[in-house]
């Protein structure tokens, strides 16, 4: 029905995670109405992501150098380590803004049914990490799930009796649920993972 060149193109664009026919359809017509300037920086950036960009040499995030901008960033607090499952995650944390530490992506999650076992993941960089920065504070950030659990748990027995706070973000019901919409997992550690109220 189309071209082979929109064809291709809607094919390209079905590669992309959580994008079917009718999406990809839209999104390869809509490239006809782009100017060729727009087009040009689109096939530009794409081939710019496998050429340029690269993994920082310390915490693992995405860059263009040897060294991201954050762990770069002087003003950072570099004794507090925010540990991550993906370089996606720190982009959450940095639109919120309220985090002043480094980062460290451990780049999976252990995982034994999936062959994923802790040589798997970038569990001996950070053990690396705290030994030579001085890290005072780790902080887990990664999601609760059993995968994450798991990691979350051997990271704290193998920190166990070194000089380091091992803290992990709290989870549970977000602000503004329904309570009776909470899924009974989330209740539970919402529950497990209570506070004090003052």
């Known amino acids: 029905m189309y071209p082979k060149t929109i064809t291709n193109l809607i094919e390209c664009f079905k590669k992309f995670p ?3 026919e009718k999406t990809a359809e839209r999104l390869a017509l809509s490239c006809l109405e782009m100017n060729e300037e727009t087009i040009e920086l ?5 081939k710019d992501t496998k050429t340029k960009i690269k993994t920082c040499k310390n915490c693992g995030n995405l860059c263009e150098d040897d060294e991201c901008v954050i762990c770069k960033d002087k003003t950072r ?3 507090m380590l925010c540990v991550v499952e993906e370089s996606k995650n720190i982009a959450l944390f940095e639109k919120i ?3 002043n530490g480094l980062y460290h992506v451990l780049g999976g999650l252990i995982s034994p049914l ?3 076992n802790p040589e798997d993941i970038n569990i001996s960089s950070l053990l690396n990490r705290i030994e030579e920065n001085k890290i005072k504070e780790i902080i887990l950030a990664v999601k609760p799930t059993v995968e994450g ?8 027995k193998i920190l166990e009796g070194k000089d380091v706070i091992i803290s992990k973000i709290a989870h549970g019901v977000p602000m503004g649920a329904d309570i009776d919409y909470i899924d009974p997992l989330t209740l539970e550690i919402a529950l ?3 506070t004090t109220f003052s």
């Open 97 to 99: 803004g309220s985090f």
């Open 114 to 116: 999936d062959g994923i």
């Open 42 to 46: 689109f096939t530009n950036s794409l």
């Open 18 to 20: 959580g994008i079917g």
């Open 192 to 194: 497990s993972d209570r």
């Open 149 to 156: 659990e798991t990691t979350a748990l051997y990271i704290r």
């Open 77 to 79: 607090d570099k004794t």
